[in-house]
Every structure is written in C-alpha cells, then in structure tokens.
T-cell receptor
Framework: AQSVSQHNHHVILSEAASLELGCNYS??????LFWYVQYPGQHLQLLLKYFSGDPLVKGIKGFEAEFIKSKFSFNLRKPSVQWSDTAEYFC????????????????????FGKGTKLSVKP | NAGVTQTPKFQVLKTGQSMTLQCAQD?????MSWYRQDPGMGLRLIHYSVGAGITDQGEVPNGYNVSRSTTEDFPLRLLSAAPSQTSVYFC????????????FGSGTRLTVV
C-alpha cells in the first residue's frame, strides 16, 4: 500500500538556520511527489513537485527537494530560513489504483504525510 | 478565475444536525476530492470523484455522503453530525491525474457541539 512518512512533527529553528525536513514514501511504481505548505489559518499551497528528470527540484521561496529513489525519500531543504517560513509542511504522493490508465492509474487525489510544523524564531 | 471555492468558511452544528459543505471549481477539472484535517493527522481523504457521476470512498468515509452531478460541483453531506466530525475540511481538484498539481479550496472549519 502507498504511504508517506514525515519524521519530524515539530521543528524549531532560529532565523538563518538551514532546514531539512524528511519525507519517505512507500510505492513501487513511477513516483510523483509534492511538498505543500500551509501558513497559519490558510489553505495548502504547492511548494514544489517532482515528476521525472532532475532529482533536485527547485520550488518557490528558495525551497528545494531531492528525490532519492534508492532511499524512497524526498526531503525538503532551505539553506536559510526566515520567520515568514513558519508554517506546516506536508509531503504528498498521488494515490494510484483504479484510476485513469492514461495517468498511471491516478485517482486524482493525494496521500499526505502527517505534516511537520516549522517554527522560526526571529 | 476563482479556482476552488468552498462555502461556508465557518459552521457550528449541533449533534444530529445535517448540513452540506459546498465545493465548486471553474477549471473544468475532472478530479475532485474532499479531505479532513485534524491536528497531528495530516489530511485524510474522505471521498473523491474522477468525473461527473463517479464517486468513491477514501480513507475516512463514514458519516459523509457525496454526489457529482456536474463537473463543477462536488458537495459533501453530513447526514447526522457528531462531535468527531469537528475538523477543517478541504476540497481539491485536479486534471489529468494531477500531473500539473492539485488546487485546494480555502477550507471550511466545522465545529459540532
């Protein structure tokens, strides 16, 4: 069965510190992966996505993630965090099963990790 | 282009009451889904639809009904609200299996007392 694991529940950093949030997935087929961010009181926004090609993916606001197939990982990184990065971060994997064959069986929805809350101290 | 619109934004229900959470998208996306978000649990899939007239259950479907009579709308019905359904509900839509990403609504915060 497909699953997504995020190891860190709450991370507290000072401004300018480097960030790495862990994400591991379980799925044996072709993988697409997403990172979403949810600022306090807001809805989910896409940070970055991986479909194929370069395993190092760059997203918005200076975030990047590296897809390592051998480790089933897609960790999110940022070299220097800001107070405005305080938010909850979710790793997600498209659910596949009895969906459309043209889209690899995608059912058009996502399996989420439980999220990592990031608090950045000014 | 409004994207995904959810109404209402906030709702308080008494145990046993019924209500419908509305979700509409104007992007002609064939896929739509409902999630609930609870602290420490991430987002869990309630129901989803791969096109008009086609729906299926997700991870936590009990106590919820859906229908998809048009491409644009995907309402979520609570038949008899329970305190365990207190949560934040998000609707999302996507096209082509989500290869271009998923668009989320702004959420409905529901409290059942």
């Amino acid at each position: 069965a497909q699953s997504v694991s995020q190891h860190n529940h709450h991370v507290i950093l000072s401004e300018a510190a480097s960030l790495e949030l862990g994400c591991n997935y379980s799925y044996g087929g072709t993988v697409n992966l997403f990172w979403y961010v949810q600022y306090p009181g807001q809805h989910l926004q896409l940070l970055l996505k991986y479909f194929s090609g370069d395993p190092l993916v760059k997203g918005i606001k200076g975030f990047e993630a590296e897809f390592i197939k051998s480790k089933f990982s897609f960790n999110l990184r940022k070299p220097s965090v800001q107070w405005s990065d305080t938010a909850e971060y979710f790793c997600a994997l498209p659910s596949k099963g009895h969906g459309h064959q043209d889209y690899g069986g995608s059912q058009g929805n996502l399996i989420f990790g439980k999220g990592t809350k990031l608090s950045v101290k000014p | 282009n409004a994207g995904v619109t959810q109404t209402p934004k906030f709702q308080v229900l008494k145990t046993g009451q019924s209500m419908t959470l509305q979700c509409a998208q104007d992007m002609n996306h064939e896929y739509m889904s409902w999630y609930r978000q609870d602290p420490g649990m991430g987002l869990r899939l309630i129901h989803y639809s791969v096109g008009a007239g086609i729906t299926d259950q997700g991870e936590v479907p009990n106590g919820y009904n859906v229908s998809r009579s048009t491409t644009e709308d995907f309402p979520l019905r609570l038949l008899s609200a329970a305190p365990s359904q207190t949560s934040v509900y998000f609707c999302a839509s996507s096209s082509q299996g989500g290869i271009y990403g998923y668009t989320f609504g702004s959420g409905t915060r529901l409290t059942v007392v």
